[in-house]
């Protein structure tokens, strides 16, 4: 009777180690907290949305979701539309970590250059 209690103790130490480094390896996901929702416009800083003329323009998306999921469009300089999509990114997250909407936004406004300032019209 003696070895047999000896022996449950023992399983049950082995099964209380497991379960201790178990939980102590055990790294929770953090979700990011972004500033901007997935489908928030995003404003595109002055440097962005300077041009001379029309070409020098390009639409893109102004949030983590595409316009034809729920996002927004805007225009900015065709030079610096890769640096303003880090932005978004920074500010609102990538659009494979999220859920966008089923939402279709997609308008059919193109870009401009008045007064040396991209804008979708």
Same mark, same amino acid.
């Given at each position: *009777?003696?070895?047999?209690? *000896?022996?449950?103790?023992?399983? *049950?130490?082995?099964?209380?180690?497991?379960?201790?480094?178990?939980?102590?390896?055990?790294?929770?996901?953090?979700?990011?907290?972004?500033?901007?929702?997935?489908?928030?416009?995003?404003?595109?800083?002055?440097?962005?949305?300077? /041009?001379?003329?029309?070409?020098?323009?390009?639409?893109?998306?102004?949030?983590?979701?595409?316009?034809?999921?729920?996002?927004?469009?805007? /225009?900015?300089?065709?030079?610096?539309?890769?640096?303003?999509?880090?932005?978004?990114?920074?500010?609102?997250?990538?659009?494979?970590?999220?859920?966008?909407?089923?939402?279709?936004?997609?308008?059919?406004?193109?870009?401009?250059?008045?007064?040396?300032?991209?804008?979708?019209?």
């Amino acid at each position: *009777m003696r070895i047999f209690t *000896m022996i449950i103790l023992g399983l *049950m130490l082995i099964f209380l180690a497991v379960v201790f480094f178990v939980q102590e390896s055990y790294v929770p996901t953090e979700k990011n907290q972004y500033k901007y929702s997935p489908t928030e416009f995003i404003e595109p800083i002055e440097r962005f949305l300077k /041009c001379f003329e029309d070409s020098d323009c390009i639409k893109v998306r102004g949030s983590v979701c595409p316009p034809s999921s729920g996002g927004t469009e805007v /225009c900015v300089d065709k030079d610096f539309f890769q640096e303003y999509l880090s932005e978004i990114e920074k500010k609102a997250g990538r659009e494979n970590e999220i859920e966008c909407p089923e939402i279709y936004l997609v308008s059919n406004k193109t870009c401009s250059c008045i007064e040396n300032t991209c804008v979708l019209m």
